[in-house]
């Protein structure tokens, strides 16, 4: 995505906000270490909401920046999208509401995609979790040894770990007479 912002602050003009959000961005702001080519991040001066993403007043409403000016920049968000932050790589940044990028106002770092890419490129516990390839024993999740639950739609298993919990149990059970004290001896 290539738009001159820089060049013709003009152009980023809003209605009910003109070019006036533009002097709540720092355009000196540092670039993004994961992707050069993006250009400097412009974090936002004024309001924050306590996730830590740039709110701006229009008339009495408080819309996030990034939500309020894209359809103006660059169209309409689609139904059921997300402005996404090209800048935030979770790789990189691990802090979560406290993440510089959530208040980035720099419109070329603003892409629409859909929620679920969207959740992919964060640090939230489901997307950490989808990129894993192993278990936290080692063991691959991919081919045979990766399970699916039918009670947790999408929830992914390792099946070697999931064999040795229920043999684990299995053992417990025989060991305590199925839950009743100890199992007497036959002899």
């Known amino acids: ?8 602050p003009l152009a980023l003009a809003a209605p009910g906000v003109g070019v006036r959000w533009l002097s709540n961005v720092d355009m000196a702001g540092p670039i993004p270490a994961h992707d050069k080519s993006l250009g400097r991040c412009w974090p936002w ?10 709110v701006i007043a229009i008339g009495r409403a408080r819309p996030l ?3 309020a000016l894209y359809p103006i920049i660059h169209g309409p968000i689609p ?4 402005v996404d932050h090209l800048c935030h790589d979770y790789r990189v940044c691990t802090l979560g509401d406290a993440c510089p ?7 070329a770092h603003w892409r629409a995609v859909p929620k ?13 979790n989808a990129r894993k390839t192993h278990c936290w024993r080692g063991h691959p999740l991919a081919g045979a040894n990766l399970r699916l639950r039918a009670d947790r739609p999408k929830h992914r298993e390792c099946g070697t770990c999931r064999r040795i ?4 149990a299995q053992a417990e ?3 305590t007479g199925g839950g009743h004290g100890e199992q007497g001896s036959l002899f």
């Not at 995505?1 to 013709?8: C, F, H, Q, R, V």
């Not at 139904?79 to 997300?82: A, F, K, S, T």
């Open 1 to 8: 995505m290539s738009i001159a912002l820089e060049s013709s």
């Open 45 to 54: 001066r004024g309001r924050k909401n306590p996730r830590g993403y740039a």
């Open 65 to 67: 920046l990034h939500r």
């Open 79 to 82: 139904d059921g999208w997300e």
């Open 101 to 107: 990028h959530r208040s980035c106002g720099n419109p």
């Open 116 to 128: 679920t890419v969207n959740n992919a490129r964060s640090g939230s516990p489901t997307a950490v």
């Open 165 to 168: 919990r229920r043999y684990a």
């Open 173 to 175: 059970l025989i060991a």
